[in-house]
């Protein structure tokens, strides 16, 4: 395997497989107006769904449904839920990501889309790989050239917004699999976002242990309009 290939491998080549992945940690978001932690708990079934409910105070604040068609998020804060097609409600946050995407930056991960194209430039102590994928500007950095680790992923909207995702803090799921980096930190680097920081610390990864992803829009509450 040459030195290019190495990379692109580590890059996008999955952890681990499993039929089930249940994750809990603890979050925290930092923006302008407040500065929030909160509980998370995470299910994902490969392909199919993936579930995420956020507790603040031992109080459900938000719970999200996601599968490779729609998104489904309850606002139980402010009484309002958000029903709509992925590839829209991608577009309202300006992501070129699917179901698959996700889960894919969720194990840790790096996308390279087909219809893209990329550059990689590597030294005996890190390697960046940028990524062209229609209007976005896709920025990956690995190091340890030994073993490739992605240790960071940035990128940038057509509007000129942009984020960065810091990983850190790998260990082993399970003998014989991959890394799986339990702290993730993501950062507001330019434009109009929400947020300045959303910080994911993981406590706790289960595999192959199925639970169920409950989700009911409770009455009364109004949609939000995107």
């Given at each position: 395997m040459n030195d290019e290939q190495k990379v692109l491998d580590a890059l996008t080549r999955h952890p681990f497989t499993y039929k089930f992945f249940t994750a809990k940690?603890?979050?925290?978001?930092?923006?302008?107006?407040?500065?929030?932690?909160?509980?998370?708990?995470?299910?994902?079934?490969?392909?199919?769904?993936?579930?995420?409910?956020?507790?603040?105070?031992?109080?459900e604040a938000f719970r999200l449904y996601m599968t490779k068609d729609t998104v489904r998020v309850i606002d139980r804060l402010n009484r309002m839920y958000v029903e709509e097609p992925i590839d829209k409600w991608m577009d309202m946050y300006q992501l070129p990501f699917g179901l698959r995407d996700v889960e894919t930056i969720l194990l840790g991960k790096g996308l390279i889309p087909e219809e893209s194209s990329y550059r990689i430039n590597s030294d005996e102590a890190e390697a960046e790989v940028s990524v062209q994928y229609k209007e976005y500007a896709i920025r990956y950095l690995l190091q340890n050239m030994i073993?490739?680790?992605?240790?960071?992923?940035?990128?940038?909207?057509?509007?000129?917004?942009?984020?960065?995702?810091?990983?850190?803090?790998?260990?082993?799921?399970?003998?014989?699999?991959?890394?799986?980096?339990?702290h993730r930190l993501i950062e507001a680097v330019s434009g109009d976002l929400p947020f300045e920081s959303l910080e994911i610390t993981f406590n706790e990864v289960t595999l192959d242990e199925e639970k169920s992803m409950p989700f009911e829009i409770p009455r009364r509450y109004e949609r939000m309009e995107p």
């Open positions: 940690a603890k979050v925290r978001v930092e923006s302008p107006s407040m500065n929030i932690s909160g509980n998370l708990q995470m299910r994902v079934r490969p392909g199919e769904a993936i579930w995420a409910s956020v507790t603040i105070f031992g109080f073993q490739p680790q992605l240790v960071q992923m940035a990128i940038k909207d057509p509007r000129g917004q942009a984020i960065k995702l810091t990983l850190s803090s790998f260990d082993f799921l399970r003998p014989g699999t991959g890394e799986f980096p339990f």
